[in-house]
């Protein structure tokens, strides 16, 4: 089963200690692989801006790494930054990889007039476009992310293992927040792809358990006809979809996150201030509904944290921590590792009506209840 | 000289072994009490005279002749008018086990004439095969060690379905926000008593349906349906708060919507919505048909026509000239009639056509769902051709509709229903949420209904099937009170309680392997698979062997 780690500090650390928090939830992940997501991130060799597209992922050969060379100069992006790993591939189990890229990118002067709106759509067709240039060309090209201030690395392998033979523990690249699952899609075949987290549009999720509900979700979004809501090789991506059509696409308060995936039962709602107005939500994103066994970890671009779980919380999953500095993971001793000096009184595991909520200030988290009322501004 | 007469023969005479059905009596245990007799809905039993020779010796005198006894025995018709049907009421009321109606194993060729006068066979029941794909779909994925089992009988399940028309996201959002209208929704169980009508079902049968969905809603706490079928609803039930567990039908005939419409300004509640019938999987193409021997005077006044007189619905409804006309006239019409606050939906038979009528659905933004009915479906009244040869199976015709909804991303807005054999072999829950994890948002079931509930005697050997002829042994499809009171309404209630329940349970104990409780398995494709790899193809779900 996947461990699921998630660190949050207003000073950026080293993604190697969340690796190392990893290794104290190592009964129980067979060590296959790696998921890496870095937010706020921070480089010793570069003052990176903030609003710079970074765009991650691993070339299979030389001719790959040309091709995406090429494909973003002919985009008109220009390169500020090339991070180069110290890698050492002896330690690497798969042998047909040739660099590992986190570059950020300068966007096309034409950008310029664009709205907010138009500059996400074209960094997420850019990311979709390079990964079809890679399946197009025997998988040669994999590409995790594109967007400001994010990094990701996916690799099979022991999880510090990984980060050694990437050079992780070297200080050069640090960030705020730090997503790490220890393991590849084992229970499919192994893809790259496959790996937790998941991302699309600055959104992040990643979850352990299995998604019973997978294939009339994955059915429903991808009727959409959405560009980003593609790929599917792991069950748990369509958490990070339904997340970004939540908050994106619907433009609902975070808060309905939870309302959609988990709604509350027709005796409960009958109860609740927004009754009428939640149970028309969902009945309209009744393929939505998950039904685990899923604890949901994600991040947002604003930094916040979220973590969720299906109502039945055969998953659970802790936080804990003191202000400045949270820990999230699938098992108490992650949380341990991460942040052991803390008040571990204080530590919450969400009930199935819970969603917790670590706000970009960090110094506190929140724990809502689906029996509260929304955000009044934005509920309808 | 012996005159050697001609046999007594026709082309149509029949012998015994030439019947469906034979009667075996005992004649050593027959008290002769005649219930057997006057219970037989056919009068295929008789009581005859009989001669009996009794060969006689007298040793004495050494003399040798024959006496002759005369006895009444129970003997059995042979003309096809009074053939027996199996029903086996007369094995019911025999106080002492003399007699029971056995299959007979050889070819009947009866049935070579069950088109005399020219009038070929009608009847009651559907179409006459056991065979059932349904079946034959498993549910294969289990829930083990990648994610645990749930317990059926300690987690709280959510199986309620949705009949209604569901907004997309984004539109719900926006007319929430400025105040326009939201379509109807019911949250209802997604096992619905298919449409019988009044009139096709006697008045205990109706009764006793209505009892017992009222106790599955207001104390089983499961929201059981009923569809009323084309005829009418009895004007105490309209008025009443009983009408919200009611689907109202709406035929060809339009018989029965008088009363209603006259009703609407006393009613206490909305029904639950309105169907209007387009075909019917027995027997596609064809009206509704309630023969003459069921007009009785309550029926007639319901339906507003003279007793005793055949009511064949038309093929098809007046308003009908294109389907985007006839959609956008009924579905538009009869919402309005409700102020807007009732779903309707059309009902089909199931058929090659039924992705364009689909189609057209989607685009109307009224439609609040359809139902297709397949070719296994039940009828009361059919020519036996259509029943038999006519529509397309409930399987492949629902996938398809399923998946063209797939396609535009649009499954979750109109719910599609299934009907059509569902429980054909008892398999009721096992056939329901096959057809739910191919694509159903519910299904209706009306023969199982008459069968677990009332015990209808109707079996796809062509056992009884005479519902057409208003003497159903029963009592549930007669107009004959001194038949249908044999029907205790109470008794119905009870049945239907105890059927909805077993049906609760059986879901969970199908939904919690999979590791399903929080929603209705719709569209779970991944969790079954069938032993036929054609038909694995068709569906596109698992081939198993």
């Known amino acids: 089963m996947c461990r699921l780690a998630l660190k949050t500090a207003s000073i950026p650390f080293s993604p190697y200690s969340v690796l190392q928090a990893m290794e104290a939830m190592q009964e129980g992940y067979d060590g296959s692989g790696l998921g890496l997501l870095l937010r706020g991130l921070k480089f010793t060799d570069y003052t990176y801006r903030k609003k710079d597209p970074v765009l991650s992922g691993i070339a299979h050969s030389e001719k790959a790494l040309h091709r995406l060379n090429a494909f973003m100069q002919d985009k008109g992006f220009s390169k500020t930054y090339d991070h180069e790993f110290d890698v050492d591939f002896s330690r690497i189990e798969a042998k047909d990889r040739h660099k590992y890229f986190l570059r950020v990118y300068k966007v096309p002067a034409a950008w310029a007039r664009y709205s907010q709106e138009k500059i996400d759509d074209e960094l997420m067709l850019t990311r979709l476009a390079l990964r079809k240039d890679g399946e197009n060309h025997n998988s040669d090209l994999t590409v995790f992310s594109f967007w400001p201030d994010v990094a990701m690395i996916k690799e099979v392998g022991w999880p510090l293992g990984v980060g050694e033979a990437l050079g992780l523990n070297d200080d050069r690249i640090m960030a705020r927040v730090v997503m790490a699952q220890g393991r590849q899609n084992t229970n499919w075949g192994i893809n790259l792809y496959a790996c937790h987290p998941f991302f699309i549009q600055g959104i992040a999720t990643m979850t352990n358990g299995e998604n019973t509900a997978f294939v009339p979700i994955k059915d429903w979004l991808t009727g959409m006809h959405y560009p980003g809501y593609i790929g599917y090789q792991s069950d748990s991506e369509v958490f990070a979809h339904i997340l970004h059509y939540v908050l994106r696409r619907l433009k609902l308060p975070l808060e309905a996150y939870k309302h959609v995936i988990t709604p509350l039962k027709t005796e409960e709602l009958k109860l609740h201030p927004q009754g009428d107005f939640l149970m028309g939500l969902r009945n309209v994103c009744r393929r939505f509904i998950i039904d ?20 039945k919380k055969l998953r659970p999953a802790t936080i804990g921590g003191k202000p400045g500095e949270w820990a999230i993971a699938s098992e108490m001793s992650g949380v341990d590792a991460m942040i052991p000096d803390r008040d571990r009184s204080l530590d919450f595991q969400p009930m199935r009506e819970n969603m917790v909520i670590v706000p970009p200030t960090r110094q506190e988290f929140r724990i809502c209840s689906q029996f509260d009322q929304l955000p009044p501004a934005q509920a309808a | 000289m012996l005159s050697i007469r001609p046999t007594a023969t026709s082309p149509s005479s029949l012998t015994i072994p030439d019947l469906q059905w034979i009667i075996n009596h005992r004649e050593d245990r027959c008290t002769l009490c005649g219930k057997c007799t006057s219970v037989c809905p056919t009068e295929a039993l008789y009581l005859a005279y009989r001669r009996q020779r009794m060969p006689k010796l007298d040793i004495l005198k050494n003399k040798r002749g024959n006496e002759y006894r005369i006895f009444t025995g129970i003997r059995q018709r042979t003309d096809v008018g009074h053939r027996c049907i199996g029903c086996a009421m007369c094995a019911q009321v025999c106080p002492n086990e003399a007699i029971a109606p056995a299959p007979n194993p050889n070819d009947p060729r009866a049935r070579f004439f069950f088109n005399e006068r020219g009038e070929p066979q009608k009847r009651g029941g559907r179409k006459n095969s056991r065979e059932s794909l349904l079946d034959r779909i498993i549910f294969n994925r289990i829930s083990m060690l990648t994610d645990p089992a749930l317990d059926a009988g300690r987690h709280e399940f959510e199986m309620n379905t949705l009949l209604g028309r569901i907004l997309p996201p984004a539109e719900y959002l926006h007319r929430k926000a400025t105040g326009a209208w939201i379509p109807p929704v019911r949250e209802v169980f997604p096992f619905i008593i298919g449409s019988m009508s009044f009139g096709a079902l006697s008045p205990n049968m109706w009764l006793g349906l209505l009892q017992g969905v009222a106790y599955c809603n207001e104390v089983l706490g499961i929201p059981v349906v009923m569809a009323t079928g084309e005829g ?46 387009y075909g019917q999987g027995a027997k596609p193409g064809d009206g509704g048909l309630l023969m003459w021997f069921k007009v009785s005077k309550l029926i007639a006044r319901l339906r507003g026509v003279p007793e005793g007189v055949d009511l064949p619905s038309p093929p098809v409804h007046q308003t009908l000239y294109s389907i985007e006309e006839s959609v956008m006239k009924m579905i538009q019409t009869m919402s309005m009639a409700w102020g807007f606050r009732v779903p309707v939906y059309p009902k089909i038979s199931g058929s090659t056509s039924a992705k364009s009528v689909l189609n057209n659905l989607v685009r109307n933004p009224y439609a609040a769902g359809l139902l297709i009915d397949g070719v296994d479906g039940g009828t009361g009244a059919a020519y036996n051709v259509s029943m038999d040869a006519m529509g397309h199976p409930i399987a492949s015709n629902l996938r398809e509709c399923y998946l063209e909804l797939v396609a535009q991303g649009r499954q979750n807005e109109i719910p599609l229903f299934a009907a059509g054999g569902v429980g054909k072999n008892g398999n009721v829950t096992q056939n329901g949420l096959a057809l739910i994890m191919l694509g159903a948002s519910g299904v209706h079931i009306g023969k199982y209904i008459m069968q677990s509930a009332s015990g209808c005697l109707g079996s796809e050997r062509n056992r009884c099937n005479v519902c057409n002829l208003g003497i159903c042994p029963k009592g549930i499809t007669s107009q004959n009170p001194k038949i249908y009171r044999r029907l205790d309404p109470d008794q119905v209630a009870e049945r239907v309680a105890e059927t909805f329940m077993s049906i609760r349970t059986e879901m969970k104990k199908i939904m919690a392997p999979l590791g399903r409780s929080q929603s209705l398995p719709i569209g779970m494709s991944d969790a079954i698979g069938i032993d036929d790899s054609a038909a694995a193809e068709k569906l596109q779900i698992k081939y198993i062997c």
């Open chain 2, 232 to 277: 009418g609803c009895p004007p105490w039930v309209l008025k009443s708060p009983y009408l919200k567990y009611i689907i109202l039908q709406i035929a060809s005939g339009y018989f029965g919507w008088d009363e209603i419409i006259r009703a609407i300004p006393d009613m206490q509640c909305d029904p639950a919505a309105i169907e209007i019938k």
């Open chain 1, 292 to 311: 685990g066994p899923n604890a949901v970890i994600g991040s947002l671009p604003d930094e916040t944290c979220i973590l969720v779980m299906d109502h």
